[in-house]
């Protein structure tokens, strides 16, 4: 079956770094563009970064920009997410989402279910 497990998350002070890694199986992970999202209290869920299936391609929030980076090891199923100069606005749950890029698996998606990542002092 399809998985999508995060890891990574914590407790770091503002300015901190982390780093979460999703772990994908149950699907070919190399035909699916990965994305990270994240979910604060009483917020809508938004779009952190995104990466191409080849791992050519990659956009980010505005608000993450230089300071956050997307990268992907297709010999290991695994996307991560590298988190420096940390804010507490950064607080929120972070998920993994897969989407299908290429042809015979378009309109695929699949989500993990969350890591905490909690800045503060």
């Known amino acids: 079956q399809v998985q999508l497990v995060e890891s990574g998350g914590g407790l770091v002070q503002p300015g901190g770094s982390l780093r979460l890694s999703c772990a994908a199986s149950g699907f070919t992970f190399s035909a699916y563009a990965m994305s990270w999202y994240r979910q604060a209290p009483g917020k809508e869920r938004e779009l952190v970064a995104r990466i191409s299936s080849t791992g050519g391609r990659k956009t980010y929030a505005d608000s993450v920009k230089g300071r956050f980076t997307i990268s992907r090891d297709n010999a290991k199923n695994t996307v991560y997410l590298q988190m420096n100069s940390l804010k507490p606005e950064d607080t929120a749950v972070y998920y993994c989402?897969?989407?299908?890029?290429?042809?015979?698996?378009?309109?695929?998606?699949?989500w993990g279910q969350g890591t905490q990542v909690t800045v503060s002092s």
């Open positions: 989402k897969a989407i299908g890029e290429r042809v015979g698996v378009l309109g695929n998606d699949y």
